[in-house]
C-alpha cells in the first residue's frame, strides 16, 4: 500500500509556525510546549531568521533534501 505525502515548502513554515503558536496561546505557550526559546520563535516569525529544523521538527514536519530538474536540462 503506498501513501501520497505532500509536502510543504520551507518558506510555507512561517506561516504554520504562526498559526501554531496562535492556536496554542501565544509565543510563551508554544515554547513551554515545545523547548524551542521564545525568542528564537520571535526572530524567526519576525523574519530575522530563517526557520530552523528543530522548529520544523516542533511543528510536526521532517525536512528531506530533493532533487528537482533545471529549467530545461531533463527534457
Known sequence: ????????PITEMK????????LAGGQHAWS???GIPQSVVSLTLSGRRDVS?????ALGYVTRTVC???KG???
Not at 15 to 22: I, K, M, R
Not at 53 to 57: L, T
Open 15 to 22: 506561516s504554520v509556525l504562526a498559526d501554531a503558536v496562535e
Open 53 to 57: 529544523e528543530n522548529i520544523v521538527n
Open 1 to 8: 500500500m503506498s501513501h501520497h505525502i505532500t509536502g510543504r
Open 68 to 70: 528537482l530538474p533545471m
Open 73 to 75: 536540462q531533463n527534457a
Open 32 to 34: 513551554r510546549k515545545t
